[in-house]
């Protein structure tokens, strides 16, 4: 019963997720954080924060542990810009803050789809885990 008498305060409280404008085009950080620019197949750069999509791992292209790792983040680097710059997306922030510092956890979805399980379905990410991803094998 509480629930429901408090369930019209929820719906006037809800936070939908927020419609990213498109006007900035987004392209891969050349070796350092820039703005708007894809530093992962995960992360990329927004106003000055770093976007870490909350739904997946991917690998990293900077700290790469094989080639075959290197070339994986690459391409999922690659397909997040294109991802990006396909239209407007919507970020909603992650219930758990991000374990790293000056990141924001979100997930980024188009069409209520999320731009994470795209990269997944493409195999250029993974769902996230805590168990860690060992992408040279």
């Known amino acids: 019963l509480i629930l429901w008498q408090s369930f019209p305060y929820l719906l006037q409280h809800a936070q939908p997720p927020a419609q990213v404008d498109m006007s900035a085009r987004y392209h891969l950080c050349p ?10 197949g995960k992360r990329f750069v927004k ?3 770093i976007i870490s999509l909350s739904d997946i791992t991917a690998p990293q292209i900077f700290a790469a542990s094989c080639p075959a790792e290197a070339q994986l983040a690459k391409r999922g680097a690659a397909r997040l ?3 990006l710059n396909d239209g407007s997306f919507a ?7 991000s374990p ?3 990141h924001k956890s979100m997930l980024v979805t188009r069409d209520g789809k999320s731009l ?3 990269l997944i379905k493409e195999g250029l990410a993974r769902p996230l885990s805590a168990e860690p991803v060992d992408w040279c094998s």
């Not at 070796?31 to 992962?40: G, M, P």
Request: proline content about 7%; charged content about 30%.
């Open 100 to 102: 790293r510092p000056g």
């Open 91 to 97: 970020m909603r922030a992650d219930e758990e803050p």
């Open 81 to 83: 810009v294109a991802l």
């Open 116 to 118: 994470g399980l795209t």
């Open 31 to 40: 070796t350092s954080f820039e703005e708007n620019c894809v530093l992962s």
């Open 47 to 49: 106003d000055d924060v």
